[in-house]
């Protein structure tokens, strides 16, 4: 069984990957891989030398095509137990990030066949035990610092 767990932040070092919930136009932007018929959260691994938030804008750029958008860091993750990226089960980390995308490109390069903005959460995912769980922590965080939001004076 997997496991997801959320940190503020944890050594740089132990950040091996990025995933990024990302909006456009007030719409979901999902993306559907050639060799699948889910859906997925745009991300992917990071590479040697390259720092944990070019990953992400990397990521998102090859996966849905993004030329503009703003991208923020949410905060670590860690998933626990054997699954298709983790062959030991040991704990591994990433960066949860939110990007706001205002233009995509008019071609997808990678492996990626598509790209969707859906109004509601898809029920065929990929990973359904770590993407939904991501989907309700960073919606979980965005209600409360909205909240924190409107009782400033």
Not at 17 to 22: K, L, T
Not at 101 to 125: A, G, H, I, N, Q
Not at 138 to 143: F, H, L, N
Request: net charge negative.
């Amino acid at each position: 069984m997997l496991k997801v767990k959320f940190y503020e932040t944890v050594e740089d070092s132990l950040l091996k990957f990025a995933v990024i919930i990302s909006r456009s136009h007030g719409k979901w932007v999902f993306c559907k891989h050639r060799e699948r018929n889910t859906f997925e959260i745009p991300g992917g691994h990071r590479e040697t030398g390259e720092r944990i938030m070019e990953t992400a804008k990397r990521e998102l750029r090859e996966e849905t095509g993004a030329v503009k958008f703003q991208i923020k860091p949410v905060c670590v993750y860690s998933v626990t137990g054997k699954n298709s990226v983790n062959v030991t089960g040991e704990e591994t980390y990433g960066l949860l990030c939110y990007a706001e995308v205002t233009e995509f490109s008019d071609k997808l390069e990678y492996e990626m066949e598509e790209v969707m903005l859906m109004e509601d959460l898809p029920e065929e995912w990929t990973y359904p035990l770590i993407q939904p769980v991501l989907m309700e922590e960073y919606e979980r965080r965005a209600r409360a610092a909205q909240r924190t939001v409107e009782s400033e004076p």
